[in-house]
């Protein structure tokens, strides 16, 4: 009988709150999470126990994680794993929560999205920019900038996605409805754009429908992990 198993995660920017109950169901059922591993995390057999999880996002340096990982323990939650600057805490019901006032929420949000939004602005500028020289130059010129935008962009979109996921989640907790509102329509525009520029960009252009190809592909993607997860966590539930 196997002592260990994968499962995957929605993405925290994404689907935390789900990610944490799962994470709870699955220690109902014996499998504690042991670590992070590539989108999702590794869990070990052991004895059914009633745990709840919840994750902290913090820059540490060598010398502060000592009173930091104190703090929480002294706190009724026990330090699990870290994945650079995202920490898992798992402890029993009841333990006071890791946030529980709005303010302490925010700064969690703030601390998350930390120095991935200096990074996320200026490459999804270069990438936008590779992409018009890519669109207006010829022959291996253009070759080579398809290449370039193409890798630029398996970086940038996510990159972009989780920033803009994580200040929803902020404002959110901000109760900004407005801006949370505004973002909401935001993958069907782009998604309906990308469509228009397949159907009526003519087919020369391959940069512009390449872009559109990736596009389309970056919303129906994670919607469609989305629908899976949502599905997956549903049956989960019913079966815990």
Excluded: C
């Amino acid at each position: 009988m196997r002592q260990t198993k994968y499962i995957t995660s929605g993405g925290l920017a994404f689907s935390e709150d789900k990610d944490m109950e799962k994470l709870r169901r699955f220690s109902l059922k014996g499998w504690h999470v042991s670590d992070f591993k590539f989108m999702g995390y590794a869990l070990k057999r052991g004895e059914s126990s009633d745990y709840i999880y919840s994750v902290d996002y913090r820059s540490l340096k060598e010398d502060e994680k000592e009173e930091y990982f104190y703090f929480f323990s002294s706190s009724g939650w026990t330090h699990i794993a870290s994945e650079g600057d995202i920490h898992l805490f798992r402890a029993h019901p009841g333990t006071k929560p890791i946030y529980s006032d709005r303010d302490t929420s925010v700064e969690k949000y703030e601390n998350s999205i930390g120095s991935m939004k200096y990074l996320a602005i200026p490459l999804v500028l270069i990438t936008v920019l590779i992409w018009v020289g890519a669109m207006i130059s010829t022959g291996a010129l253009k070759s080579l900038l398809h290449v370039i935008a193409v890798i630029l962009s398996i970086i940038a979109i996510p990159t972009a996605w989780t920033v803009i996921a994580t200040y929803n989640n902020k404002w959110k907790v901000k109760g900004k409805k407005g801006l949370v509102n505004l973002l909401k329509p935001i993958p069907f525009f782009l998604f309906l754009i990308a469509v228009i520029i397949l159907l009526f960009v003519d087919d020369s252009d391959s940069a512009a429908r390449l872009l559109a190809s990736m596009v389309i592909g970056a919303v129906a993607l994670p919607t469609a992990i989305w629908v899976i997860m949502s599905l997956y966590h549903k049956m989960g539930g019913n079966r815990a």
